[in-house]
């Protein structure tokens, strides 16, 4: 058995590989029928993790949305939505925010070991928050992820936490669906930042899968040395 949960990173972007843009309104790159695939891949993890500073900009539920899919999960002895997992080495996240008030699943926020006392006075009784490390550790966060029972985790975002995970070789699938226009904008964050990745030019993913969902293209890949946890 795996030490860590199979990851499973997720993400929408632009022609031109941005994940939002420059406006304060949430950038739409998806479609209904794409969004109920993403639903369908969330009641089937047992965890989700998005970055602190998504909780702050987008303020997602990080729920599954499908009634019938919740009560499937409920059917199987699981909650009805998978665990919701955050990392954040500020602690600011607000006590009002979505991540923490809606669902009763569990919450797990992952600060460095220096912070936690900071981060659980913030987060209250809310979540559970767990030590990684200083400065913090996404290998630490998985294995911790794995001892709770996590055997599959989604990380959907933002930029930061998508360069972590590819920077790092810890993303087993990655799944991308590419919105049929350009954002251009400078200042628009990316679906990763400049960084160092294992799977560069000279070590290309494997392509499992291309299919057209509406006006959307959703790729999935798997990465050539991820042998037996690739899927």
Known sequence: MTGRPHVLLSAAVSLDGCIDDVSRRRLILSNDADLDRVDEVRASVDAIL???NTIRT????????SAARRAARVATGRAPSPVKVTL?????????????????????????TSAVADVRERVGAAATV??????LDVTVLLDDLHRRGVRRLMVEGGSEVHTLFMSSGLVDELHVVFAPFLVGQPGAPRFVNAAVFPQGPGNRMRLVEA???GDVVLLRYVPVDAGSRAI
């Open 58 to 65: 987008d303020d997602p539920r990080l729920l599954v949305r």
């Open 88 to 112: 954040t080495r500020t602690g600011k996240i607000s006590p009002d925010s979505r991540f923490l008030t809606t669902g009763d699943g569990d919450r797990v926020v992952y600060a460095p």
């Open 211 to 213: 299919r057209p969902i």
């Open 130 to 135: 767990v030590g990684a490390g200083d400065p």
């Open 50 to 52: 998005v970055g602190a």
